[in-house]
Structures are given as structure tokens and as C-alpha cells.
């Protein structure tokens, strides 16, 4: 089954005291190769809420058909500098899975409830 996870994320004041060009290096250092790895088993979109949210500065749509693949990007971010440095936080995941009830519903019609 198809998962949808969304981040709401927030960066923090230093990595917005962070020049542009820095931010932009540590994101192509630090975030687009680990994106890559991914490609093929994650879709990864990611999104600027700051001027709409007070609560989350950015957050990310990733969809993947094994919630494994989701789990193992999440630790590598983890172990990035982004996460490891406190320039990003994730401060809630949501988690839904795409025609649920359907698959649900075809993979227990007729069993006894």
C-alpha cells in the first residue's frame, strides 16, 4: 500500500542567520545527495509554509509503497548535519496510507467479524 508521510519541520534561528549561499552549500552537501539515494523508492517533495504557519517553517511530502525505505531516509537525515547541528527539527510526522479501506475492504471481504 502507497504511505504518505508530511514533516512539519522547523529551521532554526541560526540556519536562517546563515547566509544564503551557506545554506544552499550545506543543503547540496548535506540533504540533495541523501534525497537522491532515495529517488527511486521515495517521492519527495518539500514545502515553505513560514509565512503561513507560525508553527512550522517547512515541511515535506515523501510517498513511498514500503514505509521501510521512509524509515531508513529518515535515519541517515538523522545523521546528518542538518539534524545532528539543530539547524532543522521535525517537530511532527503524520502518516496515512492511500485507499486504505478499499484494500482493506477487498482483503477481508467475506471473512468473519
Given at each position: 500500500m502507497k504511505s504518505t508521510v508530511v514533516l512539519?519541520?522547523?529551521?532554526?534561528?541560526?540556519?536562517?542567520?546563515?547566509?544564503?549561499a551557506r545554506?544552499?552549500?550545506?543543503e547540496a552537501q548535506h540533504l540533495h545527495p541523501l534525497v537522491a539515494k532515495y529517488a527511486g523508492r521515495l517521492s519527495i517533495r518539500f514545502l515553505?509554509?513560514?509565512?503561513f504557519d507560525s508553527r512550522y517553517s517547512h515541511m515535506a511530502i515523501i510517498e513511498t509503497e514500503e514505509l521501510k525505505d521512509y524509515y531508513f531516509f529518515i535515519e541517515e537525515l538523522r545523521d546528518s548535519l542538518l539534524l545532528a547541528e539543530g539547524y532543522l527539527v521535525i517537530n511532527r510526522i503524520i502518516v496515512g496510507y492511500e485507499d486504505g479501506y478499499p484494500q482493506f475492504d477487498e482483503e477481508t471481504a467475506g471473512a468473519a467479524t
Amino acid at each position: 500500500m502507497k504511505s504518505t508521510v508530511v514533516l512539519l519541520t522547523t529551521f532554526s534561528r541560526e540556519w536562517h542567520a546563515l547566509e544564503r549561499a551557506r545554506r544552499s552549500e550545506l543543503e547540496a552537501q548535506h540533504l540533495h545527495p541523501l534525497v537522491a539515494k532515495y529517488a527511486g523508492r521515495l517521492s519527495i517533495r518539500f514545502l515553505n509554509s513560514l509565512g503561513f504557519d507560525s508553527r512550522y517553517s517547512h515541511m515535506a511530502i515523501i510517498e513511498t509503497e514500503e514505509l521501510k525505505d521512509y524509515y531508513f531516509f529518515i535515519e541517515e537525515l538523522r545523521d546528518s548535519l542538518l539534524l545532528a547541528e539543530g539547524y532543522l527539527v521535525i517537530n511532527r510526522i503524520i502518516v496515512g496510507y492511500e485507499d486504505g479501506y478499499p484494500q482493506f475492504d477487498e482483503e477481508t471481504a467475506g471473512a468473519a467479524t
